[in-house]
């Protein structure tokens, strides 16, 4: 896990704790960057974040589900390396994540959407920009929060 993705996103959710709604603060949800990053040691959050995971698993009605009975403040997504690997087309990814993040907007939690992180190993560049400009300009507005973690 790289040190500076940690110190980035531990320093933004710490601005997020201690809101007014019930239920908790942060839940999280991703891939194995997500599943592997010290939300709960450090957090407190809810770790909902899976290896292997692409946007097409967070959008299943079992995922939403469980998503949903947190009644979270706040949630973060870290998603779509998977995808790329996968070979999935970066227009059905997207896709995916707006079913996504309607969904989430449904249960009045704050979003917030982590980018995509370059991987130095794969071929992958063209994908991510791709999708890291859609995540940027879905934010713009006004409909969730972006934070450019690359």
Same mark, same amino acid.
């Given at each position: 896990?790289?040190? *500076?993705?940690?110190?980035?996103?531990?320093?933004?959710?710490?601005?997020?704790? @201690?809101?007014? !709604?019930?239920?908790?603060?942060? =839940?999280?949800?991703?891939?194995?960057?997500? $599943?592997?990053?010290?939300?709960? $040691?450090?957090?407190?959050? =809810?770790?909902?974040?899976?290896?292997?995971?692409?946007?097409?698993?967070?959008?299943?009605?079992?995922?939403?589900?469980?998503?949903? #009975?947190?009644? +979270?403040?706040?949630?973060?997504?870290?998603?779509?390396?998977?995808? %790329?690997?996968?070979?999935?087309?970066?227009?059905? =990814?997207? $896709?995916?994540?707006?079913?996504?993040? $309607?969904?989430?907007?449904?249960? @009045?939690?704050?979003?917030?959407?982590?980018?995509?992180?370059?991987? #130095?190993? +794969? *071929?992958? *560049?063209?994908? =991510?920009?791709?999708?890291?400009?859609?995540? !940027?300009?879905?934010?713009? +507005?006004? *409909? %969730?929060?972006?934070?450019?973690?690359?």
């Amino acid at each position: 896990m790289n040190c *500076k993705l940690n110190f980035i996103v531990l320093a933004f959710c710490a601005c997020l704790i @201690g809101c007014e !709604k019930d239920g908790v603060d942060i =839940v999280m949800i991703g891939d194995s960057m997500t $599943e592997m990053g010290p939300w709960v $040691e450090e957090l407190g959050a =809810v770790n909902l974040g899976v290896g292997g995971y692409r946007t097409a698993h967070l959008i299943s009605p079992d995922f939403l589900d469980e998503y949903r #009975s947190y009644n +979270t403040r706040n949630v973060l997504v870290m998603v779509g390396i998977n995808d %790329a690997m996968n070979k999935i087309p970066v227009s059905e =990814v997207i $896709e995916n994540y707006i079913l996504l993040l $309607e969904e989430l907007e449904k249960s @009045g939690a704050e979003v917030i959407i982590q980018s995509t992180i370059h991987q #130095s190993h +794969t *071929k992958n *560049k063209e994908f =991510v920009d791709s999708l890291n400009r859609f995540l !940027k300009s879905y934010c713009d +507005t006004g *409909k %969730a929060t972006y934070l450019d973690i690359d």
